[in-house]
């Protein structure tokens, strides 16, 4: 893989300075517990309690604290996408100077744990709305008065969706209208869209 999985942000940045300062005997279970939640969008893989007594523990402030889950967690999510090899994982995580005990923590973890994270996000939805259905019906407007032999056509999509969030099932439609300028524009980028997952699949 020639390209970096990750953008090195000045947060991201940050974030790695933190992960390199931390104990590395402790490190390992700060990230399977972060592996092991990593499907589960509806709770944090360490709760407010837990989070009191974690930062001392590791020696950062509650934001700090923050930074490093975030950082871990982008960092997880982005080998799960990409389903991405622990030597490949190795190379990219260096690039980020990420240090050399830390890298090799996390990708001993992503050995271990990686296969099963994968296989439980492919239950998950990142997204708590999918998409069931979509009705569209043509619309002819009439312009103003002063422009009255002028007729814009519009396309008015319903995109029926289910709301899966909190192990609940919502039905609720959401309405858009489209010029013809709009629709190409979403047509094009739908275009690239499917391009893209072909090259994945």
């Not at 950062?60 to 982008?74: D, M, P």
């Not at 998950?124 to 009439?142: C, D, I, T």
């Not at 519009?154 to 439609?173: G, H, K, R």
Request: glycine content about 4%.
């Amino acid at each position: 893989m020639d390209e970096s999985l990750f953008t090195e942000t000045p947060r991201f940045s940050k974030g790695v300075q933190l992960i390199n300062g931390l104990d590395i005997n402790r490190f390992p279970k700060l990230l399977t517990r972060i592996l092991q939640n990593l499907h589960n969008k509806a709770e944090p893989a360490f709760n407010e309690a837990e989070q009191v007594k974690l930062g001392p523990a590791l020696g950062l402030t509650s934001s700090e604290l923050v930074l490093v889950i975030e950082t871990l967690t982008f960092i997880c999510q982005q080998a799960a996408y990409h389903a991405i090899k622990p030597g490949i994982l190795m190379t990219q995580l260096e690039a980020v100077a990420i240090n050399s005990d830390k890298c090799k923590a996390i990708c001993e973890g992503w050995s271990a744990h990686g296969k099963s994270t994968i296989e439980k996000l492919k239950k998950h939805s990142f997204a708590p709305k999918q998409l069931q259905s979509v009705e569209w019906h043509l619309n002819l407007q009439l312009a103003q008065d002063s422009k009255s032999n002028l007729k814009e056509p519009n396309a008015i999509f319903q995109l029926n969706v289910e709301n899966n969030d909190n192990d609940t099932t919502l039905s609720e439609p959401v309405l858009l209208e489209f010029n013809h300028s709009q629709l190409f524009n979403l047509y094009n980028k739908l275009e690239v869209i499917q391009s893209q997952l072909d090259s994945l699949s």
